[in-house]
């Protein structure tokens, strides 16, 4: 929200005293808008309360909202009670936020005066009849046993009966005093609380007091709304209330901003470790939910957290305290900070609420706090809450809250007890001393003789009734000890807060990116326009913030932020990110570090000191005393009082006050007209200025129009209009998301092709993808009226599932499996999975890994968007008619029809990309998987005698061998997730009389996702055959899925006679020849692209590579590229029908390698020892490959070979050796690459870029192989 700061035009403390309760002319009004139950006893219902006055009537830069302040004033309306309960005052704030974001603050202490009206005291006994009489007739209708009825049925001639007669039904015209509450309520600029409490409290007394008070009230309103100015900026304020002095003070412009709340309140009823998971929630705008009995808890706790933000502001809807009227807004499918008083304890049970899938519920009396499932955690959290109870036990306070029990005292106490013994003083007292003054001021004598003392010009104000030790501290400070503290613990900890976010943010200011247009341009285009370089930004960051920070800064916080710091090229900075600014400055002052070096290391804030002293100094030196309450020129007869009864007031001495009668009002209008003088001439500068506000608006949040409901106008038309406001903005929401999605997902598409620069990461999608979720819960949770669990997307698909199911059972088809599986004809395609939502939904449920709704939601979601039908199946689910209207109110976003075809179609754009965000995730699942294999029927036989086998590996393991069923091509399997598939091994044990078999491909596919992979092979698996082998491993690629219902859809060509979608790789030596061979520059461009992939590979985040494998023997990998360059003038003769391979050539220059080093001749060769070593390696290694228990073929060994020497960096040594191999000349043309110095040098030199990384080979590649 915004930073707390006066309204222009605003010099007054206080613009406007409120007094609010009943109005006898009306009587008895029933609240209807409280959402009371009226079965409830009379004495328990709420009544209609009314605004009986304000003072002035209306003030022009504050114009009074008499509905909002009814309502908040008295949030649940009119109370009544007897002389039999407590009636003692009770204290709260609120705030009233406009449509610009600023505030007004409300400050109300409610009492309760005797009802002296008959008629409203007959009223309420008739009620308490009525209500007996119904309960009796529900007792005998019902045969219920309740306490309310069983007292109202008992016989009042019984004086037992007329006891618990008393007890359930308390009130009785003839016996009881019947009360009713009031409240007098100070509005004012700035949330100075406990100034405004003092003066509040002190007028109460003044009323309920038997002595009258030193001048009639009408004085200290008149001087609190018209002589006691606002505290300049880094000054404190003395002004006079009914019995005694109030202070207040004011944070200089270097400071942190002005927060009146006790925030030690807020760490004592939440604790430490509670508050540090509210406020990341807070940070990553998530639904807050505030849970309280009391509303000053209510408003503590939310201005606390959002005070800790700092430089930051909350940007959605804020609603502290939230009118019993207004319960209908916790549907809001947008983030939202709210407070809603509980009726009784322990009553979480029964609140319904639409939206739980992304809401922190903070049930504050009980100390308890519900968070949303799997959000980033603070980053350095164990330290940050170290240092936070660090500060908390300076000041006694235990760092796990105040749990009102006698473990958590024991614990205080041995806490305190430490340090009395460390502390080095012998057990001697603190400094901390007992202000006997403070304990006497409410002492009614001790008061009547100060106020007289003030009357006759005599100050009492230091009176000391101390200690001589302590005499010095109370003629200094001009506050109470216990306020002193509180103020000095509240500014520590939000240095302790405001440190993390200086540390995190040190170097933000070099990732904004500037704009080159003038801000009218930028303001038009702003939606369109990148402020922040996120990218970059996150790349500079310690790993360990990265989960939380690459999620906060996606938020409207972070946005406006950026905004703001934008916007101050041109306008006035913002003041929280001035001061932010300024402590950035100055710890680069302080902390030179070039060039900078981000770290995670944890560094504690160093002004802890610093920031108490300057408001002791304030406190201490107080800078300005306001005009003392003095006589006003009153009718006879006014400024008499009733004891217990607050007084009308006179209103024509407090409708307007003195002109121009102080300092401060005369500076502050002098201010304003030169801020009138410049906004005049900024308006002649810019006509359009209205335009630019529109489009500043704009650029701003989405809810932050709907920052808070409107109170003064409860009709249905404008809460339709609330509600239409919100379906616009998910919408709109919903375009930018999958507009951001796409956008950034295609651009790193590009980046693999080679095209641009990375501007995504893993981690960056992961948290789009998670937004995603969220929206789609909160659209789901708009309108809605019965919902199972928290998650309302979930609670849609199961009942729709359910629906389902039971319309299946009818007609007796099984539900969401499609057409029978049928074995493919002779294996040479996959059989068709058909897209089901059912069907999908029961993966998800069968998942055990997966505890809650909430995360079968996001599963699902992730699954479908992984599948390419998220748009489809949400259309299933959301044009279910019958089950919409049953569960979701008229308004709600899923029965607006234009709208849900406009959200179905941005989500119809994210099939344009592929995401793997479901596999993944969840990999440590059971995934069924079908395989297929296919063979090249024209040229050898379609099923073999022998017994074949597969084996799958995928970037997260293999499944090891599995024997595919004789005279079968296809097979299903279930193993733990095996992530994207990149190699399958094939082969068989050369056994009967059909064991040649030429095999096109191997199909893979996993059953869950849909995802097809096409291992291309094209050769032959067989002794005496190609190259002999009897196992290959291929290397795979995704495929297009092709669905059933959707084979028209994609191509007109009928399914039978479509191209295959990947052309099979077959190798030179099998084809003879006849296909068109690379000239000599190809195959070095090759070379260098596939080097250049794995160089690639290797400078992403680990995380984001992806496989080595295809890029070491894929289509375009470093195998490939090497076999081009050795069959470059290869001479493959054949030798009575006989090919020979490149494996034939290694071979023979191992054995003249194996020869020559036993003739020792090979150094005068070779140049060496270096050259030895060489060749010694080149022999171990084909050897070792040769004597291997696999039956892998010639090319299969030369693949081998090539990823040995990648992994053990051997290839750029090997090469040279075997061209300079008298072999080469006999076994390769003149113009071989091989024997071209200048070719070999230069691959040399490409290969040894190979050098600075660590390729690791997976196990498939390099099974039995011991080198």
């Known amino acids: 929200m915004s930073n707390p700061s006066p309204s222009p035009g605003s010099c007054r403390f206080a613009d406007y005293f409120v007094l609010a309760g009943i109005d006898t002319d009306s009587g008895l009004e029933p609240d209807e808008l409280s959402g009371e139950n009226f079965d409830q006893s009379p004495l328990r219902r709420t009544f209609k309360s009314k605004v009986l006055a304000h003072y002035p009537q209306n003030v022009e830069y504050n114009p009074f909202d008499q509905d909002a302040v009814n309502m908040l004033c008295m949030p649940k309306g009119l109370s009544f009670k007897t002389q039999a309960e407590n009636r003692d005052p009770q204290f709260h704030a609120f705030l009233i936020t406009r449509e610009d974001g600023s505030r007004t603050y409300g400050f109300v202490l409610t009492f309760y005066e005797e009802v002296t009206c008959r008629q409203i005291c007959s009223a309420m006994q008739t009620l308490y009849q009525m209500h007996n009489v119904e309960q009796c007739s529900s007792v005998y209708a019902s045969s219920s046993c309740s306490m309310d009825s069983l007292a109202s049925s008992i016989d009042e001639g019984d004086s037992s009966s007329q006891v618990k007669m008393q007890r359930y039904n308390s009130y009785d015209i003839g016996r009881d005093t019947l009360y009713v509450s009031k409240c007098i309520c100070l509005i004012t600029p700035l949330p100075f609380v406990q100034a405004c409490r003092k003066f509040l409290q002190q007028l109460h007394k003044a009323v309920s007091s038997q002595q009258t008070p030193p001048l009639p009230l009408e004085s200290y309103i008149h001087n609190i709304l018209y002589e006691v100015p606002l505290p300049p900026p880094g000054r404190s304020l003395k002004f006079s209330g009914v019995y005694g002095p109030i202070i207040c003070q004011r944070p200089g412009p270097t400071e942190l901003p002005l927060f009146d709340f006790p925030l030690r309140e807020v760490f004592e009823l939440l604790g430490v470790e509670n508050l540090v998971q509210l406020f990341t929630c807070v940070l990553l705008e998530m639904q807050i939910l505030l849970y309280s009995q009391d509303y000053q808890r209510l408003m503590t706790v939310a201005e ?74 603070f980053p350095n959290k164990l330290e940050f809450i170290q240092e936070i109870s660090e500060v908390l036990l300076q000041f006694g306070i235990p760092p796990e809250g105040n749990l009102h029990c006698s473990e958590s005292a024991a614990e205080l106490q041995n806490l305190v007890l430490d340090e009395l013994v460390h502390d080095k003083k012998n057990g001697n007292l603190t400094s901390t001393t007992i202000n006997m003054y403070e304990l006497l001021k409410g002492n009614e004598t001790l008061a009547r003789l100060q106020a007289l003392a003030k009357r006759t010009g005599v100050s009492v104000e230091k009176m000391e009734i101390a200690a001589p030790l302590e005499k010095e501290r109370d003629t200094r400070c001009q506050c109470s000890e216990e306020e002193l503290r509180d103020y000095k613990l509240a500014v520590q900890l939000r240095e302790v807060f405001a440190k993390r976010f200086t540390q995190m943010f040190a170097d933000y200011e070099a990732f904004v990116i500037q704009p080159a247009q003038d801000m009218e341009s930028w303001l038009t285009n702003r939606e369109q326009m990148q402020n922040f370089d996120k990218a970059s930004f996150l790349s500079d960051q310690p790993e360990p913030y990265l989960p939380f920070l690459s999620h906060f800064i996606e938020t409207q916080m972070f946005a406006t932020f950026i905004d703001n710091k934008i916007v101050s090229l041109w306008e006035e900075k913002d003041p929280l990110l001035r001061v932010f600014d300024s402590r950035i400055e100055k710890m680069k002052i302080y902390n030179v570090r070039v060039p900078t070096i981000r770290t995670s290391n944890y560094q504690k804030c160093t002004i802890l000191k610093e920031a108490a002293q300057a408001i002791e100094q304030r406190l201490v030196k107080i800078d300005h005393t306001a005009i003392h309450p003095h006589l006003l020129d009153m009718k006879i007869g006014q400024g008499k009082y009733e004891q217990g009864f607050f007084p009308k007031l006179q209103a024509d001495v407090l409708a307007t006050g003195p002109t121009n009668n102080n300092r401060w009002a005369n500076r502050g209008a002098t201010a304003q007209r030169r801020k009138d003088r410049l906004r005049q001439h900024s308006e002649h500068l810019a006509l359009d ?48 998301k999958t507009k951001r999605m796409l956008v950034e997902k295609m651009g790193h598409e590009a980046v693999e092709l080679g095209h641009g620069e990375a501007n995504i990461t893993g981690l960056e999608e992961n948290t789009l993808i998670a937004s995603l979720c969220d929206l789609l819960e909160r659209i789901w949770s708009h309108g809605l009226l019965i919902k199972q669990g928290k998650s309302a997307l979930w609670s849609h698909l199961v009942h729709y599932q359910d629906c389902e199911e039971k319309r299946e059972a009818i007609l007796d088809i099984p539900v969401g499996i499609g057409p029978e599986r049928r074995k493919s004809e002779s294996g040479l395609i996959l059989p068709s999975l058909k897209v089901s939502l059912i069907h999908d939904m029961r993966h998800v449920q069968q998942m055990s890994e997966i505890k809650t709704d909430v995360g079968r939601a996001r599963a699902w979601i992730r699954l479908s968007l992984e599948k390419k039908v998220l748009s489809q199946q949400l259309k299933q689910l959301m044009f279910n008619q019958s089950l919409i209207k049953k569960l979701y109110k008229r308004y709600a976003f899923l029965r607006c029809e234009e709208e849900k075809e406009q959200f179905l179609y941005h989500l119809l754009s994210l099939n344009a990309v592929d995401y793997f965000c479901f596999t993944s995730v969840f990999t440590t699942i059971m995934i069924p998987y079908r395989a297929v294999i296919i063979p090249i029927k024209k040229l050898s036989n379609s099923i073999t005698t022998s017994n074949p086998w597969i084996s799958v590996s995928g970037e997260l393991g293999g499944t090891g061998v599995m024997q595919v069923p004789k005279n079968l091509l296809e097979m299903t399997f279930e193993c733990q997730n095996l992530g994207k598939l990149t190699t399958v091994q094939i082969g068989h044990d050369n056994s009967g009389l059909l064991a040649k078999w030429l095999v096109d491909c191997v199909m893979v596919r996993n059953e869950i996702t849909g995802h097809t992979y096409r291992f291309p092979c094209g050769r032959w698996l067989g002794k005496g055959v190609d190259d002999g082998s009897l196992e290959r491993i291929l290397v795979g690629e995704v495929i297009t899925p092709v669905v059933e219902e959707d084979l028209s859809k994609q191509c007109r060509t009928p399914p039978q006679l479509r191209s295959p979608t990947v052309a099979r790789r077959l190798s030179i030596t099998s084809l003879g020849g006849k296909a068109g061979k690379p000239n000599a520059g190809q195959i070095q461009e090759g070379i260098g692209e596939s080097i250049n992939n794995i160089v690639k590979h290797f400078h992403k985040p680990e995380k984001e590579r992806g496989s080595l494998t295809i890029l070491l023997c894929g289509e375009y990998g470093l195998v490939s590229a090497l076999e081009q360059v050795f069959h470059h003038g290869f001479k493959s003769v054949r030798l009575f029908q006989k090919n020979v391979f490149i494996w034939d050539f290694l071979e023979k220059a191992v054995t003249y390698f194996e020869t020559a080093e036993e003739e020792e001749s090979q150094v005068n060769l070779l140049d060496g020892k270096r050259c030895a070593e060489t060749s010694r390696s080149l022999c171990q290694y084909v050897n070792a490959i040769n004597t291997a228990p696999r039956n892998i073929g010639k090319d299969g060994k030369l693949q081998l070979l090539v990823c040995l020497g990648a992994r053990d960096h051997l290839l750029h040594q090997w090469i040279p050796l075997l061209a300079e191999c008298p072999v080469i000349s006999r076994m390769y043309e003149d113009g071989a690459l091989l024997r071209d110095r200048a070719t070999v040098n230069t691959l040399i030199r490409v290969l040894q870029t190979l050098h600075d990384f660590n390729i690791t080979l997976e196990t498939s590649l390099v099974k039995g192989i011991d080198v």
């Not at 502290?320 to 809603?340: E, N």
């Not at 949040?701 to 003064?712: I, V």
């Not at 239409?724 to 903005?729: A, L, P, R, S």
Request: glycine share 4%; net charge negative; proline share 8%.
């Open 689 to 736: 200025n209205d335009l630019k506000e529109k489009y500043m608006q704009e650029a701003r949040s989405l809810g932050k129009s709907l920052r808070q409901p409107k109170l003064s106008d409860l009709s249905p038309a404008v809460i339709a209009q609330t509600n239409w406001k919100f379906v616009e903005g998910l919408l709109k929401e919903c375009r930018i």
């Open 304 to 377: 606390g957290i959002t005070a800790l933000l700092f430089p930051f502001q909350w940007q959605h809807v804020y609603v502290p305290i939230l009118p019993a009227s207004l319960l209908h807004f916790l549907d809001a499918p947008v983030p939202y900070l709210m407070g809603l008083q509980s009726k009784e304890p322990n009553d979480r049970s029964k609140l319904e609420l639409a939206q739980e899938a992304n809401l922190c519920f903070v049930d504050i009396d009980n100390h308890f706090i519900d968070l949303p499932e799997d959000f980033p955690q």
